[in-house]
């Protein structure tokens, strides 16, 4: 059976869900919902304005929400969630716990799943972390980030007053990395292991210093790290800064005795953030649908979903060929 997809928003992300949709053929997208004007969305699919959705709570199995963690998914899930099963790439982890609780009871009062924070990170990184500290409880996990664009710290950038076109760079500490594979001693923490580049583009007549202020000062995002805020026009944006490659690395230290080291590592090399986060959405939105039908209601995160629910083989397939 052909599992119907929805996809709310339009942007890099939703984008990126509609160009690996076509690689899974156990899919369908049934449509795009956008807040904009259908008429002016450019796409070879069909598009109907978001105020509309409510007519297809029958005729889709997954709405995949591909808006921005910073204010679009904490409005927007908690109410399609009550009538749709869905899945997002909700990207702001000091918020996650909270999150999860919304998106629990409103799935657990209408009968459906939703699937929260999917994607590299939060999503296989996470998974990956867990996985890493179970074998070797004797260790300390690092995560690592970049070099590329985010897109959760782009967005919310460009959410910023006076600022008409931003990204944003992670940049992670080399140096920390080999230090850690050889087993010396580091001092780790989420902001001296990384810096945040950012290019912005002001509108005419911001207050740069302004702008700069609110970013380096913006809480779960910015606040704490080695930030750099660098304004350029327009031109120079589009020649140098329209590319969304990103990546990076889980890295567990542990020891299994007293003497004998053993590193675990996942790593990611992106040519295109977006167009990977959303074939992890994509994958989750099989998982939900499939925990759907099974009637295990309620939010799920990837430490929740069996792998074999991401797969569109069956399980004897799986154990013949993977395992």
């Known amino acids: 059976m052909t599992i119907k997809i929805g996809i709310v928003g339009y942007g890099n992300l939703g984008k990126g869900v509609e ?3 076509k690689l899974n053929p156990d899919m369908e997208l049934l449509g795009i919902f956008s807040r904009r004007n259908p008429a002016q969305v450019a796409s070879e699919s069909a598009v109907y304005h978001l105020d509309d959705i409510q007519q297809f ?7 995949v929400l591909c808006g921005g963690s910073r204010s679009d998914i904490p409005e927007q899930a908690p109410e399609l969630q009550k009538d749709f099963t869905t899945v997002n790439s909700y990207d702001n982890h000091g918020e996650i716990p909270a999150h999860f609780d919304s998106i629990n009871e409103v799935a657990l009062a209408n009968n459906n799943v939703g699937v929260i924070a999917t994607g590299w990170d939060p999503g296989l ?3 990956n972390r867990l996985v890493a500290e179970a074998v070797l409880p004797n260790g300390n996990t690092y995560t690592f980030w970049g070099k590329g664009v985010s897109q959760g710290h782009s967005d919310a950038i460009r959410r910023v007053d006076g600022v008409k076109m931003g990204v944003q760079y992670t940049i992670p500490n080399d140096e920390l990395i080999s230090q850690i594979k050889d087993g010396k001693d580091v001092s780790y923490t989420k902001t001296s292991s990384h810096k945040r580049v950012c290019y912005v583009v002001a509108d005419e007549g911001a207050d740069q210093e302004a702008i700069t202020q609110s970013i380096s000062t913006m809480k779960d995002y910015f606040e704490g790290y080695e930030t750099e805020v660098h304004f ?3 031109a120079e944006f ?7 490659p990103h990546g990076g690395r889980v890295i567990r230290r542990g020891y299994t005795d007293d003497e004998n080291m053993a590193v675990y590592e996942f790593n990611l090399e992106l040519e295109s953030n977006p167009q990977f986060t959303a074939a992890a959405a994509i ?16 939010a799920k995160s990837v430490f929740d979903i069996a792998p074999a629910y991401l797969s569109p083989k069956s399980g004897e397939e ?3 060929e993977l395992l």
Not at 57 to 63: C, H, S, T
Not at 283 to 298: I, M, T, V, W
């Open 238 to 244: 589009k020649q140098q800064h329209t590319g969304m």
């Open 232 to 234: 350029i026009d327009e």
């Open 19 to 21: 160009t690996e949709l």
């Open 125 to 127: 990184f996470s998974l």
């Open 283 to 298: 994958a989750y939105a099989r998982a939900a649908h499939r925990l759907d039908k099974e009637g295990n209601y309620g």
């Open 57 to 63: 709570k029958d005729k889709i199995d997954v709405l």
């Open 318 to 320: 799986l154990r013949r």
